[in-house]
C-alpha cells in the first residue's frame, strides 16, 4: 500500500498544496500587518489627561500598552506631541505610576506645518482686525480665524505661483540669451532685446517679492495661545495651523467624515514636516509615471527581441549563449542596473546631448544628470528579461501545426506571425507585462542614483513648454519609505507615515496588475484554447 500511495504521487500533491497554502498565508500576513498598522493612522483618536503620582501632568493619546515584566504591571505609550516643547513625540508611563485619569473635552489637536501637532488647550485669540463672528464659543471663534486666515495662506501659494512662473520665463529667456551669445551674437539686436525682456521681468519678480513680504508680515500677526497640560504657554500663528479640532468631542460621523478628508489630502496634498506628514501626491505621479514610462521601452523592446529569438534567428551556439545571458540579466542585482543607468544614461548618452544641444549652458547640465527618463531606462533594461522569457514561453507553447498550416494556407512567415501567434501569445506577454511592472514599481535601488530625490520641486509635467519634462528629478513612494523610514531624525514619530506609503504602493501596483491582469483574461477568452 505505501509503495502503490508513493507511486501514484500523492505526497506531492500533499507537498505542493502544503507550498501553495504556506506561500499564500505569508502573503495574506504581509498585506494584513500593513492595513492593520496603516489604515488607522488618520483615525482621529481620544486624548487623555493623566494626573501621575509626582502632580506632573501629561496629555497624549494612547499608541501601544505592554507589560514591564511578568506579573509587575503594565505601561503605556503616549504620543504626547508638543516636539519644540519637549523634544520628543512620545513617552512611556508605568500604570502605577497614575494617579488620576481624565477625557477633557475641551483638549485640543493642533495640526501645524512644521514641528507636527501640538496637543493642549486654547488660552487666547490674537485677531485684532479679522472679521469674523461673535460667538461665545471659542473653538467656533478659533475655526472661524483659521478659515479667514486659510484665505491668506492661499493668496500667498498664489505669490509662489507667480513667482515660479516668473522664474521659469527669466530661467528660458537666459538660456535663449547663453545661447545666441554662444553663437557670437553677443551685440546683435535679438540678444539687448533679451537683456531688456529679462531686466523686465527681474524688475516683477522683486515686485512679486515685496508684495509677498508684505501680505506675508500682515498673514502671521494673528495667533492664538495654547497651554500644554502642565500650563505652559505656546503661541501659534495661525497661519501655521492646518487644522484644530477636539478629538473627544467628535462623533462617529464626524470621525469617519475627518478620517476620509485626510485620505484625500494624502492622495491630492503636498508633502510636508520633512514627509512625514502632509500628502504624498507627488510620490504617487511620479511612481505611476516611473511605470508608464519604462513599460513604453521595455515591453516592445522586449517583445520585439523574443519575436526574433523564437520565430526568425537559427537555433546555434550565438541564440544559446544570447539565451543563457538574457536569463542571467534576470538576476543580477539592481544596484548594478543603477550603476550602469549613471555611468550609460547620465554620463554617456545625458552629457552628449548636453554637449550637442545645449553646449551654451555647460557645466550646468540639462540631460546629463538624474532624472525620470534616464532612471525609466534603466528599469527597462532592468525588466526587460523578464519580458523576454515570458513573450518566448507564450510563443513556444503555440502549437507547430498552426504554423504549419497558416504557411500552408498561402500565409506568408510575417502574416503568420501577425495574425495568429501575436494575438494567441498575447496573454503570455501581458503577463511578462505585469511582472515587470511589480518589479519595477518596487525597486528604490537603481533610483536612487539614476534621479530619485527626497522631495521634488516641480512634476515632470505641468504648464509650462514643452509641458513634458523628462530631464527633472522625480519623487518615488519606494524611496519614500527608505527616507522617512531609516533616514528621518525622528523614526518613531514617521513610522505610522511608513505603514501608509507602504500600503499604497501595495494598492499602486495590485491596481495596475489587476487592469492588467484582465486584459489577459479578456484576451485568452479571445484568442487561445485548451493549450493555454
Known amino acids: 500500500m505505501m509503495k502503490k500511495y508513493?507511486?501514484?504521487?500523492?505526497?506531492?500533491?500533499?507537498g505542493t498544496s502544503a507550498a501553495?497554502?504556506?506561500?499564500?498565508?505569508?502573503?495574506?500576513?504581509?498585506?494584513?500587518?500593513?492595513?492593520?498598522?496603516?489604515?488607522?493612522?488618520?483615525?482621529?483618536?481620544?486624548?487623555?489627561?493623566?494626573?501621575?503620582?509626582?502632580d506632573h501632568r501629561l496629555l497624549g493619546e494612547v499608541t501601544q500598552r505592554?507589560?514591564?515584566?511578568?506579573?509587575?504591571?503594565y505601561r503605556r505609550q503616549y504620543k504626547i506631541a508638543n516636539r519644540d516643547l519637549y523634544g520628543l513625540d512620545f513617552k512611556w508611563v508605568n500604570e502605577t505610576d497614575i494617579a488620576q485619569e481624565e477625557v477633557p473635552q475641551d483638549a485640543f489637536v493642533i495640526e501645524r506645518t512644521e514641528n507636527g501637532n501640538f496637543f493642549g488647550f486654547l488660552k487666547k485669540l490674537q485677531i485684532d482686525g479679522l472679521r469674523i463672528p461673535a460667538s461665545d464659543s471659542t473653538h467656533e471663534r478659533l475655526q472661524a480665524a483659521i478659515a479667514h486666515v486659510s484665505v491668506l495662506v492661499e493668496a500667498n501659494r498664489i505669490y509662489d505661483k507667480k513667482l515660479s512662473k516668473v522664474s521659469y520665463e527669466i530661467e528660458r529667456l537666459r538660456r535663449k540669451q547663453l545661447a545666441a551669445e554662444y553663437r557670437g551674437d553677443s551685440n546683435s539686436s535679438k540678444v539687448l532685446e533679451l537683456k531688456r525682456k529679462q531686466a523686465i521681468l527681474k524688475d516683477d519678480f522683486q515686485h512679486l517679492i515685496d508684495q509677498q513680504n508684505q501680505h506675508v508680515r500682515n498673514m502671521r500677526q494673528y495667533d492664538a495661545h495654547f497651554v500644554d497640560a502642565n500650563g505652559q504657554l505656546k503661541e501659534i500663528a495661525l497661519a501655521d495651523i492646518v487644522q484644530a479640532y477636539r478629538p473627544n468631542q467628535l462623533s462617529l460621523v464626524e470621525k469617519c467624515?475627518?478620517?476620509?478628508?485626510?485620505?484625500?489630502?494624502?492622495?491630492?496634498?503636498?508633502?510636508?514636516?520633512?514627509?512625514?506628514?502632509?500628502g504624498l501626491f507627488p510620490a504617487i505621479f511620479g511612481t505611476v509615471m516611473l511605470i508608464f514610462i519604462m513599460s513604453l521601452f521595455s515591453f516592445p523592446l522586449g517583445v520585439v527581441a523574443a519575436i526574433y529569438l523564437r520565430e526568425y534567428a537559427r537555433?546555434?551556439?550565438?541564440?544559446?549563449?544570447v539565451r543563457i545571458a538574457v536569463n542571467n540579466l534576470a538576476g543580477i542585482p539592481s544596484i548594478v542596473y543603477g550603476i550602469f543607468g549613471l555611468g550609460f544614461f547620465i554620463y554617456g548618452i545625458g552629457s552628449s546631448i548636453d554637449r550637442l544641444f545645449y553646449p551654451e549652458i555647460l557645466p550646468t547640465p540639462t540631460f546629463g544628470t538624474g532624472g525620470i527618463l534616464w532612471a525609466s531606462l534603466t528599469l527597462a533594461l532592468l525588466t526587460v528579461p523578464v519580458v523576454i522569457v515570458s513573450t518566448e514561453e507564450a510563443l513556444g507553447a503555440i502549437p507547430r501545426e498552426l504554423r504549419e498550416g497558416s504557411l500552408a494556407l498561402g500565409a506568408t512567415k510575417f502574416q503568420t506571425l501577425v495574425k495568429i501567434l501575436i494575438p494567441m501569445a498575447s496573454p503570455g506577454i501581458m503577463t511578462g507585462l505585469i511582472l515587470a511592472m511589480a518589479r519595477a514599481a518596487g525597486e528604490v535601488a537603481p533610483l536612487m542614483i539614476t534621479g530619485v530625490v527626497k522631495l521634488a520641486p516641480s512634476l515632470a509635467i505641468d504648464g509650462n513648454f514643452p509641458f513634458l519634462h523628462l530631464d527633472r528629478k522625480f519623487m518615488h513612494l519606494g524611496f519614500h519609505i527608505f527616507d522617512i523610514g531609516f533616514q528621518s531624525p525622528n523614526v518613531e514619530a514617521a513610522k505610522p507615515m511608513v505603514f501608509v506609503t507602504t500600503l499604497l504602493l501595495v494598492l499602486i501596483v495590485l491596481t495596475m496588475s489587476s487592469i492588467a491582469i484582465y486584459l489577459r483574461n479578456r484576451m485568452k477568452k479571445r484568442y487561445t484554447f485548451g493549450t493555454f
Open 257 to 278: 467624515l475627518f478620517y476620509l478628508a485626510k485620505i484625500k489630502e494624502l492622495l491630492l496634498g503636498e508633502p510636508r514636516e520633512s514627509n512625514t506628514e502632509g
Open 6 to 14: 508513493w507511486r501514484i504521487g500523492e505526497p506531492w500533491v500533499w
Open 66 to 73: 505592554e507589560e514591564v515584566f511578568i506579573g509587575e504591571g
Open 20 to 54: 501553495l497554502a504556506m506561500t499564500l498565508l505569508i502573503a495574506a500576513t504581509l498585506i494584513i500587518v500593513i492595513m492593520v498598522n496603516g489604515l488607522g493612522v488618520f483615525w482621529p483618536s481620544q486624548l487623555e489627561l493623566l494626573t501621575l503620582k509626582d
Open 315 to 321: 537555433e546555434g551556439l550565438l541564440v544559446r549563449v
